[in-house]
């Protein structure tokens, strides 16, 4: 792999405590010069400030805010920590870099005690901020001295971000699979150690249809549409589809779910039987097999039909999934949640406890028009909501992502937390430790040309799951749970991503690495 940015520079990143050690005690014989900012994008007016700062003295350490204390923008900071000190440490002028732990520098500056802190010039132009006044003070109270540098044209790193904001998929993949001590073979490793591992899929089944018709006109007399009806095409979908996918991923599959007495029962049981799903279905024939027909008119979604009871299912149904969640043999329980039936708060709670102890347990709990909560299934491995759902369960609408992350977490107490970003990605929470600098990280889209976004969701619970059943890594779990959910959004139509799609994906994405 090529060497990043923080292998090579690595070294001169420090904690504040080792620095202390290294540079002494207050006053000192070799000056330093202490700068601290956001650094989201290094540009060239704080290259200048750098530069002004080192002129004054020996060392110069630069300081940078730590990503869970950013909050100028919902998306912020959009280069991750590690890698906005290792680009500053990659200037030959910066000697030390800090990753400041906490909201502001005072508790760093107290311990460091630099000579000097240096400002820009526009915390100057006009008068005294009133946070520089409390740095101002912190400095001055043990003899150091704060600097402004001179600058008469002042840079912005958010409007930049705002025209556009930085594309370094690559950079952030490399300093996590860095930091977490893996490398691409290891990620095609536990690619192959998917085969035979078990999951037991619990859900609500959909049927997606497709009823394709050409435009014939509208009536004269009353606002009606008039099209041609040419074919209609099926898919499964739902908690089949990430049956599907965790089947195509090489993992033995058992699929429960409740169905209607109907053709499209008849359907969904073809179908799965013919991937090589075990499914284990629950009849009920006081309701329909729940289908989704959009029409479609030269490309366009025209309208689209439910047939569906979205009402609870009974006690008798209910006893059943219960018995097949406890008898199942399993290495991992999947609760795919749409709201169906299934699932809801008289349900939940049962289903949960009757899965035996010691097995990998996921969920997803997909809101998109109805009232699902991810925070329902609580003390679970892994849990995959997207932004609009983690919003949706905290009624939280103003956060930044990784403040909505923490809370979303702590109220699931979950173990990991994948909440997807669409085309930005996703963010992982792997401890509750909020303030530890390594509680989250980011992992960005490795999408080359978006053909169908539908469904990626499915593919990166399927490929997420059972990764962690092969190395626990929340890290692999999150690449390649995303480079699934890339190669479907590669496909047209909700189809299953097998282990050849997404070993194609790493052998792209390594290449890319090694010749950027």
């Known amino acids: ?177 860095e930091r977490e001590k893996i490398n691409f073979d290891d990620l095609r490793r536990t690619l192959i150690g998917m085969a035979n591992k078990r999951v037991h899929v619990v859900g609500d089944t959909i049927v997606d249809s497709l009823t394709q ?75 329909p097999t729940t289908n989704k027909n959009a029409v479609v008119v030269g490309g366009y979604r025209l309208l689209k039909i439910d047939t569906l009871d979205n009402r609870s299912i009974t006690n008798g149904i209910l006893a059943d999934i219960k018995e097949l969640v406890r008898v199942v043999p399993t290495d991992a329980v999947v609760f795919s949640d749409f709201r169906h039936g299934i699932f809801n708060r008289r349900t939940i709670s049962g289903l949960i406890s009757s899965i035996a102890d010691g097995v990998y347990r996921v ?41 909505l992350a923490s809370s979303l977490y702590d109220a699931a107490q979950c173990k990991t937390l994948i909440l997807k970003l669409g085309d930005r990605g996703v963010l992982t929470c792997k401890s509750g430790e909020h303030e530890s600098l390594d509680s989250f990280f980011s992992v960005d889209s490795f999408v080359d040309r978006v053909v169908d976004a539908v469904g990626a969701g499915d593919a990166l619970l399927a490929y997420a799951t059972l990764a962690m059943l092969v190395s626990a890594s929340p890290a692999e779990a999150t690449i390649l749970g995303t480079m699934a959910a890339s190669c479907e959004c590669e496909s047209d139509g909700n189809i299953p991503i097998t282990v050849d799609d997404v070993m194609a994906k790493i052998d792209s994405v390594e290449k890319q690495i090694r010749y950027a």
């Not at 520079?9 to 202390?20: A, Q, S």
């Not at 909560?373 to 103003?398: H, K």
């Open 1 to 177: 792999m090529t060497i990043s940015l923080t292998e090579q520079f690595g070294h001169k990143i420090k904690t504040p405590e080792d620095l202390r050690a290294i540079i002494g005690p207050h006053p000192r014989d070799k000056k330093v010069i202490m700068c601290h900012g956001v650094f989201d994008v290094v540009h060239p007016g704080h290259v200048r400030h750098l530069i002004y700062a080192k002129s004054k003295a020996d060392i110069l350490v630069a300081s940078v805010t730590a990503d869970r204390h950013i909050d100028k923008g919902a998306y912020r900071p959009h280069v991750p920590q590690e890698l906005r000190a290792a680009t500053l440490a990659a200037f030959e002028i910066v000697d030390y870099v800090v990753i400041d732990r906490n909201p502001t520098p005072l508790e760093n500056i107290s311990l460091l005690q630099p000579d000097y802190f240096a400002k820009g010039y526009e915390y100057n132009a006009n008068q005294v901020h009133p946070k520089t006044a409390e740095e101002m003070e912190v400095i001055e109270g043990y003899g150091g001295e704060v600097i402004f540098t001179p600058g008469d044209i002042v840079y912005s790193s958010s409007k930049l971000i705002d025209l556009a904001p930085p594309v370094i998929k690559l950079e952030k993949l490399m300093t996590l699979m």
């Open 213 to 287: 018709c050409a435009m014939i006109g509208g009536q004269t007399k009353t606002p009606t549409m008039s099209v041609l009806y040419e074919g209609r095409t099926e898919y499964v979908g739902g908690a089949g589809i990430v049956a599907k996918h965790l089947r195509s991923a090489g993992a033995e599959v058992v699929f429960s779910t409740v169905l209607g007495d109907d053709p499209l029962k008849e359907f969904v049981l073809k179908d799965l039987k013919s991937c090589g799903v075990d499914v284990r279905p629950v009849i009920d024939k006081t309701r």
């Open 363 to 403: 969920a997803d709990s997909q809101v998109a028009s109805r009232w699902g909560n991810i925070t329902e299934f609580r003390d679970f491995d892994l849990i995959t909501p997207n932004e609009r759902e983690a919003r949706f369960a905290l009624a939280d609408q103003d956060s930044g992502i990784r403040p």
